[in-house]
């Protein structure tokens, strides 16, 4: 160490952050001039001299401020990492935390012979009591698997093994057509750059641009019209709300789907376990209730989660919130298989912006943070026993392929997540659920059907 820090304070502040102030001394300040000279000494080429033989009193003479400068500003982030390494954990900056330098002007400029105390602030792991998390009531739906959803999930395997064939005669929703369309100018004109060719959807489905749903239906192959549409900011057609437009629509195609009937031979068909309609039957159920199994372990954490963080306060710091939110942004490029300058362009073409995306994001994220935070002070409040033959076997586990001389660093981080698998089932079992008001599994998963 090539420098002496003769004081260190850490405050802790407000919104999760901490001011940490160091004192270097003088002795040390100067040393690390001194040689900062001597190196560009042997370095430096100035006229009448030879390389390395430059005296250091004309390179102090000719760049001794900006040399103190540097070899101040060095020093100090030199001490200044080394004591983080040497903080208590509520002490140092998160790991995406970039400690900010405060006060630079009131420094400047260095002064041969002076101490030299600065301040950093940064972000730090939020700070807070843990809250009453075993012994709670919580509210949760009954779900129940009905009748009904057996016969909603038979209709979606009918339509799902369907034939589809050509259609002669009037067309009506749930029909498949294929429409040629173009918005007419005001002499009747087609306007050649909103015209689509043999375009194809589901009558009532809605996935067309100009919601020609209704207009189609009644119309038969071959038939052609001119509609003319108002549209409000309900209709969903970006850059037409308030505007009424004139469209030909030509029905190129139509096709309709024949849903097979549900007999024995019908539930073969979808599993060769499946003997009778009633085997089908009692293996949706089955499948459904497993689902909703799923459905309420989720429901309960979720419901838990709420219970015991809603009377919680205490800030997320920006630079965690914007860790995750950079970690969302690229797991969504990774996972549109586009670029993310096509995703640029798209959110453009929109009227849309990557900031204004993470905005929506950021309730989920702060949300999200904030339970797992949470989660993780009951698991050191707790401290879970992981064996140690547990640890080992877990560790040959997940650092098989890594060298020897780094597995032991690993060690501590396998043993704090195998405590963390260890809270949400913790919390489960030392917690009560009240069942509320019966629903069926279709009702519960898609709030627009009603029972």
Request: proline letters at 3%; one cysteine or more; glycine letters at 4%.
């Given at each position: 160490?090539?420098?002496?820090?003769?004081?260190?304070?850490?405050?802790?502040?407000?919104?999760?952050?901490?001011?940490?102030?160091?004192?270097?001394?003088?002795?040390?300040?100067?040393?690390?001039?001194?040689?900062?000279?001597?190196?560009?000494?042997?370095?430096?080429?100035?006229?009448?001299?030879?390389?390395?033989?430059?005296?250091?009193?004309?390179?102090?003479?000719?760049?001794?401020?900006?040399?103190?400068?540097?070899?101040?500003?060095?020093?100090?982030?030199?001490?200044?990492?080394?004591?983080?390494?040497?903080?208590?954990?509520?002490?140092?900056?998160?790991?995406?935390?970039?400690?900010?330098?405060?006060?630079?002007?009131?420094?400047?400029?260095?002064?041969?012979?002076?101490?030299?105390?600065?301040?950093?602030?940064?972000?730090?792991?939020?700070?807070?009591?843990?809250?009453?998390?075993?012994?709670?009531?919580?509210?949760?739906?009954?779900?129940?698997?009905?009748?009904?959803?057996?016969?909603?999930?038979?209709?979606?395997?009918?339509?799902?093994?369907?034939?589809?064939?050509?259609?002669?005669?009037?067309?009506?929703?749930?029909?498949?057509?294929?429409?040629?369309?173009?918005?007419?100018?005001?002499?009747?004109?087609?306007?050649?750059?909103?015209?689509?060719?043999?375009?194809?959807?589901?009558?009532?489905?809605?996935?067309?641009?100009?919601?020609?749903?209704?207009?189609?239906?009644?119309?038969?192959?071959?038939?052609?019209?001119?509609?003319?549409?108002?549209?409000?900011?309900?209709?969903?057609?970006?850059?037409?709300?308030?505007?009424?437009?004139?469209?030909?629509?030509?029905?190129?195609?139509?096709?309709?789907?024949?849903?097979?009937?549900?007999?024995?031979?019908?539930?073969?068909?979808?599993?060769?376990?499946?003997?009778?309609?009633?085997?089908?039957?009692?293996?949706?159920?089955?499948?459904?209730?497993?689902?909703?199994?799923?459905?309420?372990?989720?429901?309960?954490?979720?419901?838990?989660?709420?219970?015991?963080?809603?009377?919680?306060?205490?800030?997320?710091?920006?630079?965690m919130i914007g860790a995750?939110?950079?970690?969302?942004?690229?797991?969504?490029?990774?996972?549109?298989?586009l670029s993310e300058d096509?995703?640029?362009?798209f959110l453009e073409m929109?009227?849309?912006?990557?900031?204004?995306?993470?905005?929506?994001?950021?309730?989920?994220?702060?949300?999200?943070?904030?339970?797992?935070?949470?989660?993780?002070?009951?698991?050191?409040?707790?401290?879970?026993?992981?064996?140690?033959?547990?640890?080992?076997?877990?560790?040959?586990?997940?650092?098989?392929?890594?060298?020897?001389?780094?597995?032991?660093?690993?060690?501590?981080?396998?043993?704090?997540?195998?405590?963390?698998?260890?809270?949400?089932?913790?919390?489960?079992?030392?917690?009560?659920?009240?069942?509320?008001?019966?629903?069926?599994?279709?009702?519960?998963?898609?709030?627009?059907?009603?029972?």
């Amino acid at each position: 160490m090539d420098y002496m820090v003769t004081e260190k304070s850490v405050k802790e502040l407000e919104n999760s952050q901490a001011a940490l102030t160091l004192t270097i001394d003088a002795a040390s300040i100067e040393d690390a001039y001194t040689k900062r000279i001597q190196k560009y000494a042997k370095e430096l080429t100035l006229p009448g001299f030879r390389k390395g033989h430059v005296p250091a009193s004309v390179i102090e003479r000719k760049y001794g401020d900006s040399i103190r400068e540097e070899s101040t500003f060095d020093t100090m982030e030199s001490a200044l990492q080394d004591v983080i390494k040497e903080l208590d954990a509520k002490d140092k900056p998160l790991p995406f935390a970039t400690p900010v330098l405060q006060d630079e002007e009131k420094l400047l400029p260095f002064k041969k012979g002076e101490d030299i105390t600065f301040t950093v602030v940064y972000d730090v792991r939020p700070s807070f009591e843990v809250p009453k998390y075993t012994g709670l009531e919580v509210d949760i739906p009954a779900v129940e698997v009905t009748d009904k959803d057996i016969d909603s999930e038979v209709e979606k395997l009918r339509n799902q093994n369907a034939v589809v064939k050509n259609k002669s005669g009037k067309a009506k929703n749930g029909d498949i057509a294929t429409i040629t369309y173009a918005e007419l100018d005001e002499d009747g004109n087609e306007i050649e750059s909103t015209k689509r060719s043999d375009f194809t959807f589901t009558i009532g489905s809605g996935y067309n641009f100009y919601k020609l749903d209704k207009d189609v239906v009644g119309m038969k192959k071959d038939d052609a019209k001119t509609v003319e549409k108002t549209y409000t900011e309900e209709d969903n057609v970006p850059g037409y709300a308030g505007k009424t437009v004139k469209l030909s629509v030509h029905l190129t195609e139509l096709k309709e789907r024949e849903l097979p009937e549900v007999d024995d031979d019908f539930a073969q068909d979808i599993k060769d376990e499946y003997k009778t309609v009633q085997d089908m039957r009692d293996g949706i159920k089955k499948d459904l209730e497993k689902k909703v199994e799923d459905v309420l372990k989720n429901e309960k954490e979720e419901a838990l989660m709420k219970a015991i963080t809603e009377n919680t306060s205490f800030t997320i710091p920006e630079s965690m919130i914007g860790a995750e939110l950079d970690s969302r942004w690229r797991n969504f490029v990774r996972s549109s298989q586009l670029s993310e300058d096509q995703i640029l362009k798209f959110l453009e073409m929109q009227g849309e912006t990557k900031e204004n995306l993470q905005a929506e994001w950021r309730t989920d994220v702060e949300s999200m943070l904030r339970t797992q935070l949470v989660l993780d002070a009951i698991r050191e409040k707790e401290n879970f026993e992981i064996s140690e033959d547990d640890l080992n076997a877990e560790c040959e586990k997940q650092l098989k392929n890594f060298p020897d001389s780094e597995k032991d660093s690993y060690k501590e981080i396998i043993k704090d997540n195998m405590q963390f698998e260890k809270v949400v089932p913790f919390l489960l079992e030392n917690n009560k659920f009240k069942e509320g008001k019966k629903v069926s599994y279709t009702a519960y998963t898609n709030p627009s059907v009603k029972d």
